[in-house]
């Protein structure tokens, strides 16, 4: 079992930026691939950035790559997000997730454990 916990989130004008963390319990943390989605009201929840366990290489949506970053500190059982230069429309719920899948996949069904969401609101 993990349980994720995130923290970081709030109320930022635009071009600003957040750190996002994501405390995990559990002693296999370093053997999970994490993920952040986010969920912003009326839509989908989506993919934003994922980071492998096996070697800690990282993918990124299209809509993030280049102003979002994930990182991992395994003694501290932790993933962060860091976002720079945030826009409006990154305004959402965001969730960090964990999968015991050695890939990083985009797809919400292939996590196993989910937090419980922090929220990020834009101000333009």
């Known amino acids: 079992q993990v349980q994720l916990v995130e923290s970081g989130g709030g109320v930022v004008q635009a071009g600003g930026s957040l750190r996002l963390s994501c405390a995990a319990s559990?002693?296999?943390?370093?053997?999970?691939?994490m993920g952040w989605f986010r969920q912003a009201p009326g839509k989908e929840r989506e993919f934003v950035a994922g980071i492998k366990w096996l070697d800690s290489r990282t993918y990124y949506a299209d809509s993030v790559k280049g102003r979002f970053t994930i990182s991992r500190d395994n003694a501290k059982n932790t993933v962060f997000l860091q976002m720079n230069s945030l826009k409006p429309e990154d305004t959402a719920v965001y969730y960090c997730?964990?999968?015991?899948?050695?890939?990083?996949?985009?797809?919400?069904?292939?996590?196993?454990?989910w937090g419980q969401g922090t929220q990020v609101t834009v101000s333009s």
């Open positions: 997730a964990a999968t015991a899948k050695v890939v990083v996949t985009p797809i919400r069904s292939n996590y196993d454990y």
């Open positions: 559990g002693r296999t943390f370093s053997r999970y691939t």
